[in-house]
């Protein structure tokens, strides 16, 4: 029962430096996201894809890209990273109108 | 847009005692509404979800949430707190399209023996 399979889970990087962190769902699901969550502020939308090609911007999405690879993958791309992107980061996926399912998180520090 | 409160970032209960956790949706009714449970380092999980069919849900571990349309309320309950419980838990509402969903910013439960 895979789910929804984000890697890495843990990574330091240094100011500057660019990462890109994957996500897979095995449900057949037509939507995907990418969250961020800090203390104190909950859970915040970066960018979402409501279908296979498309992706939409979230409450949070500067400094951020994305790619919807396929209707599997949907990864999330820091092309410069700062130090207020210190954060655990997940990836979601939905049917439309449906239940919304998570991934175990990945925990990215910006030195 | 859709909007969720969560009154109260931190309670704290006695072993055995009620639990009841806050949530406050905006005004206008939305599709579905959610309670997830988030166990240190760990992702979200699924608690109940609210779908119009009734208005008392029933979720896991013992959990249960009304959903009262003149509050705009939609609270967690569970009769007695079991240590296991201890955790960050979070309202959520889908928008109408069904594409996209809001977070409470969430109430972290202390149970205390």
């Known amino acids: 029962n895979a789910g929804v399979t984000q890697t890495p889970k843990f990574q330091v990087l240094k100011t500057g430096q660019s990462m890109t962190l994957q996500c897979a769902q095995d449900m057949n699901h037509n939507s995907m996201y990418w969250y961020r969550q800090d203390p104190g502020m909950g859970l915040r939308l970066i960018y979402y894809?409501?279908?296979?090609?498309?992706?939409d911007k979230g409450e949070v999405p500067n400094g951020y890209n994305v790619s919807r690879l396929n209707k599997r993958e949907f990864s999330l791309r820091l092309e410069s990273a700062a130090p207020s992107q210190t954060s655990v980061y997940f990836c979601a996926s939905s049917l439309t109108g449906n239940t919304i399912y998570f991934g175990e998180g990945s925990w990215l520090t910006v030195v | 847009a859709q909007s969720v409160t969560q009154l109260g970032s931190h309670v704290s209960v006695s072993e055995g005692a009620l639990v009841l956790l806050r949530c406050n949706y905006s005004?206008?009714?939305?599709?579905?509404l959610f309670w997830y449970v988030q166990y240190p380092n760990q992702g979200l999980q699924l608690l109940l979800k609210y779908t119009s069919a009734a208005t008392l849900v029933k979720g896991i571990n013992g959990f249960e949430a009304e959903f009262k349309k003149s509050e705009t309320s939609f609270h967690l309950t569970k009769p007695s707190a079991h240590m296991s419980d201890a955790a960050e838990y979070f309202c959520a509402v889908s928008d109408s399209t069904g594409n996209q969903f809001y977070f409470g910013t969430g109430t972290s439960l202390t149970v205390i023996p």
């Open positions: 894809s409501a279908s296979e090609g498309t992706t």
């Open positions: 005004s206008s009714v939305p599709p579905y």
